[in-house]
């Protein structure tokens, strides 16, 4: 059984920073790719930035420069740091792990960017 429960949403204002976290249970292993998701009201979800085993990274084009994934494989845990953070970011922001073909997604984490 595998779940992934994330932490740190919140409100913050325009320009300013957020981290998130995502830790996992069950059985997952440094070789799990795991990433970050976002959806906006009204919105499909998307790819917000992703980590692979050797930690290569991959980022929205919209959040590059801007965000960055991390993970600690002995605590199971991937964090999303998010800096300058923009209106648009406004969303839930879910935690996803691919275990080998196999999708798993936690309950998600609200994030709202507003003065």
């Known amino acids: 059984q595998v779940q992934l429960v994330e932490s740190g949403g919140g409100l913050v204002q325009p320009g300013g920073s957020l981290s998130l976290s995502c830790a996992a249970s069950g059985s997952i292993y440094s070789i799990n790719p795991m990433g970050w998701y976002r959806q906006a009201a009204g919105k499909s979800r998307e790819l917000v930035a992703t980590i692979g085993s050797n930690d290569n990274t991959n980022y929205a084009d919209s959040v590059k420069g801007r965000f960055t994934i991390s993970r600690d494989n002995a605590k199971r845990t991937v964090y999303l740091q998010m800096n300058s953070l923009k209106p648009d970011d406004t969303a839930v922001y879910y935690c996803?792990?691919?275990?080998?073909?196999?999708?798993?997604w936690g309950q998600g984490t609200q994030v709202t960017v507003s003065s």
């Open positions: 996803h792990v691919d275990r080998w073909g196999s999708d798993y």
